[in-house]
């Protein structure tokens, strides 16, 4: 838990004060005078006792108690300072913009360590080391500018990268984007992001706390506990924006199964995000465009009305609504003949709604009037109004602000002229608004919030007597792959349908096996991992002198231990498979299977536990999804039955956390069944 005083402390020393505003401790101090910190307020430099109007002192021993120390030393004196500050000043909260730590050698981690050991034994918090500090409501705790007009109703926004927390807050305060948070983790020591999202859960007020969190991510430690809190926050009517930057290279490592050839650590961020209703963005820009569609009021339905004066960028806002899930849908014209008599000639109506470059703040008054009370099919408006600089737009802004105010349906204003009329958009956001000025980026950003889906419940129920007996299953075997005797058990117990199958050994009569077994039957190598690679399945076995003949071919493949026989099925080739992806637990991946799946790709990804809903979801966004219903006539497969193959499987690797990899490829589907054919799964001790 965070501790109060970094929050709102009521005393500051700045360890490093300094009269130069150029540097971090100097810096800092001015932001805090500047910002008029209502505490007591010190400096801590061994040749001064004044800085910037401030009592400092020369020595530590003589400052007084104090709740926060902001640390802006070399890397090397940071322990002492900590160790003295915590054990004779009483000091809870700490912030350490000192470089210098586990990010630069082992040293630096040793030290690291000693610190959060001194700063845990107080029950203190640090953020830090290796950031530009925190700023709230209560204090501006940065070494960095802009600093923005701080808003309860703001975004809180937790950063990993100091500087992209800047790059962030520059490029957001010249849209409007307010703050009323900033978060700089660093090196995330002590608190991390997951730490910060879950202070700002724990401690969230329905009446004052922000509604909007924004997350760059550079490292997640804590997957679960993400999770929780997003999830949380989430049902507390909450929307988190997050940029997880960067892949672990966990997921790189030679992997065996399908799974793990086409799923890495970046599908685990894909599919915690989705599960804990958090919309993921890939950029700077994107971000600060989703929170700004996010203060806007929700859209209820998908039907827009482009409002503008230019064509080209309501044309290509068009496309990006369009192809993105959300219309522009045509409007009757009978609808709009007393609206198009308003304007002036050569103006459409028909949606896009273009009322010419010459068009007037009236004009755009009566366009978004009528929309907003006439044309019952809209759901929004997106206003596109920039200027060629041949007149002033003061009115058109003014007209803009007042109807996004007080209309029924919400208004998005795209500002394109940003040096034309760079003064008006300076006024229309200094009275609450957000301007967009790219058309695409904000249509993407809208279509992303508008399909965002809540995050679903947990899907599984622990049977703790199906547990024992899966556990039972694997009781003595040692990592590595299992055999088939042990998989076609483990799936019995599950409830998993799988073909009858036999291992030939080397050591058995084949020929007088030839005379007992019902053809056709398939016939795979046991042994080598990609069996289709290696010649390693032979199909469609008709007769006893084929059987013996293929067999014999398939124990002289390099590495093969047996021959594994089953019969021949027919049917639509599925794909199921699951992969352990460290602290995130399992992916649980499904789509088309037998040797398209990695070719095609067309796979969808969960983060186990999964839901029937959260399966079902990932079913219909398989590009192969008509196939499986069936189309022109022709059957589709047993969804149910499909959909039900999936949640055991991901049931499975939750009861069983030792499995590394696992492989159903393929899943043999008809109308009526769909049976596991081939399975592989490797576990981990």
Do not use: W
Not at 154 to 182: P, Q
């Amino acid at each position: 838990m965070i501790h109060p005083k970094l929050i709102n402390p009521s005393s500051i020393v700045v360890i490093g004060a300094s009269d130069n505003v150029h540097s971090p401790g100097g810096k800092v101090l001015k932001n805090l005078l500047d910002s008029g910190f209502k505490g007591k307020l010190y400096g801590v430099n061994p040749k001064l006792t004044q800085v910037q109007g401030i009592t400092c002192y020369t020595n530590l021993e003589d400052l007084p108690e104090v709740d926060l120390a902001i640390i802006a030393i070399a890397a090397k004196y940071c322990v002492a300072t900590v160790k003295q500050l915590t054990e004779e000043k009483n000091t809870k909260a700490f912030i350490i913009f000192s470089a210098g730590f586990s990010e630069q050698d082992r040293e630096g981690k040793e030290m690291e360590d000693e610190i959060v050991s001194l700063i845990a034994k107080v029950n203190g918090s640090l953020l830090g080391p290796n950031n530009i500090g925190l700023l709230n409501t209560n204090y501006t705790g940065v070494f960095t500018t802009p600093i923005p007009n701080l808003d309860r109703q703001g975004v809180d926004f937790i950063s990993g990268s100091g500087a992209t927390a800047v790059f962030i807050l520059e490029a957001a305060m010249a849209k409007g984007l307010r703050f009323n948070s900033v978060y700089s983790v660093g090196n995330s020591a002590q608190i991390g992001v997951e730490e910060v999202l879950a202070y700002l859960d724990e401690t969230f007020d329905a009446q004052s706390s922000p509604r909007i969190k924004l997350l760059y991510i550079e490292s997640i430690e804590n997957p679960q506990k993400l999770l929780k809190h997003a999830r949380s926050l989430y049902d507390k009517g909450c929307s988190i924006a997050a940029i997880k930057a960067g892949s672990s290279t966990a997921g790189s490592r030679a992997a065996s199964s399908h799974t793990g050839a086409i799923a890495n650590a970046d599908s685990a961020v894909d599919a915690l995000f989705k599960k804990a209703g958090i919309i993921r963005c890939y950029g700077r820009e994107e971000l600060i465009y989703v929170a700004g569609v996010l203060h806007y009021p929700k859209l209820k339905g998908k039907n827009i009305a482009v409002i503008t004066h230019a064509g080209g960028p309501a044309v290509m806002v068009t496309d990006v609504l369009s192809k993105n899930g959300l219309e522009v849908p045509k409007i009757d014209p009978v609808k709009t003949k007393k609206l198009l008599e308003q304007l002036y000639p050569g103006s459409s109506v028909a949606n896009p709604i273009d009322f010419l470059a010459t068009g007037t703040a009236e004009q755009l008054e009566t366009i978004i009037d009528y929309s907003n009370t006439e044309l019952d099919e809209i759901d929004g408006m997106l206003v596109i109004f920039g200027s060629p600089g041949l007149f002033k737009v003061d009115k058109v802004y003014k007209v803009l602000d007042a109807k996004i105010k007080n209309a029924i349906k919400p208004i998005f204003p795209i500002l394109p002229s940003v040096i034309n009329v760079n003064n008006e958009i300076k006024s229309f956001i200094k009275k609450g608004n957000i301007a967009f000025f790219d058309e695409v980026l904000f249509g993407d950003a809208l279509c992303k919030v508008y399909n965002s889906k809540p995050p679903d419940i947990e899907g599984f129920d622990r049977d703790v007597l199906l547990e024992k007996k899966l556990k039972k299953c694997i009781k003595n075997e040692k990592s590595g792959y299992l055999s088939p005797k042990i998989i076609q058990n483990l799936f019995d117990t599950i409830g998993i349908v799988s073909v009858k199958e036999q291992v030939i050994t080397p050591q058995e009569d084949v020929t007088q096996l030839a005379n007992q077994i019902k053809y056709p039957v398939v016939l795979k190598v046991v042994g080598p991992i990609h069996k289709t690679d290696v010649g390693g399945v032979r199909l469609n076995i008709e007769n006893k002198k084929t059987f013996v003949k293929n067999v014999e071919e398939l124990f002289q493949i390099e590495g093969a231990t047996g021959v594994l026989m089953q019969p021949m099925l027919q049917g639509m080739e599925l794909y199921v498979g699951a992969k352990k992806e460290g602290a995130f637990g399992h992916t649980v991946v499904c789509g088309l299977g037998g040797v398209t799946i990695e070719i095609l790709k067309d796979i969808q990804i969960g983060l186990a536990p999964l839901s029937i809903s959260e399966i079902e979801q990932m079913i219909k966004k398989l590009k192969a999804y008509a196939i499986l219903k069936g189309y022109r006539g022709k059957p589709g497969v047993a969804m149910d039955q499909f959909t039900n193959t999936i949640k055991k499987v991901a049931d499975l690797v939750c009861y069983l956390p030792e499995i590394e990899e696992l492989d159903i490829n393929p899943l043999l589907a008809s109308r009526t069944e769909i049976i596991a054919v081939d399975a592989r799964i490797s576990i981990k001790n």
